[in-house]
C-alpha cells in the first residue's frame, strides 16, 4: 500500500491537501513497523524477554498509526462511487485530483489489518 501511495503522488498531494494521509503518519507506521520486525526477530534469535517486551512496546505506536490511517481512509473509499459518478459529469475528480489512497484495494487493506492482528 505504501508503494501505491507513493506511485499515485500521495507525497506531492501533501502539499495540495488531496490526500487524507499525513505523510509523517504513513511512514512512521512504516519504520515503526520495520524496526519492529527487526526487533521481534532479534528476540527471536536471542530468546530475551526484554527484547520482546521492546518488541510489543514498537507494536502499540504501529497499532495506533495504523487506526488512525484506517479512520481517515474509510471517507475516502465511501466517496470512490460518488466521486466516480461526478468525474463522468465533469464534477470534482475529473481532472485527476483524486487522493492516492482511494486506489487502495480493498482486499488488501482488510488482510493487512487481519494479518497484522
Same mark, same amino acid.
Given at each position: 500500500?505504501?508503494?501505491?501511495?507513493?506511485?499515485?503522488?500521495?507525497?506531492?498531494?501533501?502539499?495540495t491537501?488531496?490526500?487524507?494521509? *499525513?505523510? *509523517?503518519?504513513?511512514?512512521?507506521?512504516?519504520?515503526?513497523?520495520a524496526?519492529?520486525?527487526?526487533?521481534?526477530?532479534?528476540?527471536?534469535?536471542?530468546?530475551?524477554?526484554?527484547?520482546?517486551?521492546?518488541?510489543?512496546?514498537?507494536?502499540? *505506536?504501529?497499532?495506533?498509526?495504523?487506526?488512525?490511517?484506517?479512520?481517515?481512509?474509510?471517507p475516502?473509499?465511501?466517496?470512490?462511487?460518488?466521486?466516480?459518478?461526478?468525474?463522468?459529469?465533469?464534477?470534482?475528480?475529473?481532472?485527476?485530483?483524486?487522493?492516492?489512497?482511494?486506489?487502495?484495494?480493498?482486499p488488501?487493506?482488510?488482510?493487512?489489518?487481519?494479518?497484522?492482528?
Amino acid at each position: 500500500m505504501l508503494g501505491t501511495w507513493i506511485r499515485r503522488g500521495g507525497i506531492r498531494q501533501q502539499q495540495t491537501g488531496t490526500s487524507r494521509l *499525513p505523510a *509523517p503518519v504513513v511512514f512512521g507506521h512504516f519504520v515503526l513497523a520495520a524496526i519492529g520486525l527487526v526487533v521481534w526477530i532479534v528476540y527471536v534469535v536471542a530468546d530475551n524477554s526484554a527484547v520482546a517486551w521492546s518488541a510489543f512496546g514498537l507494536l502499540l *505506536p504501529v497499532a495506533l498509526l495504523g487506526f488512525v490511517m484506517l479512520a481517515r481512509w474509510i471517507p475516502v473509499h465511501r466517496e470512490r462511487a460518488t466521486a466516480g459518478a461526478a468525474a463522468a459529469a465533469g464534477g470534482p475528480g475529473a481532472d485527476g485530483s483524486v487522493p492516492a489512497e482511494r486506489r487502495f484495494p480493498v482486499p488488501v487493506v482488510v488482510a493487512h489489518g487481519l494479518l497484522a492482528a
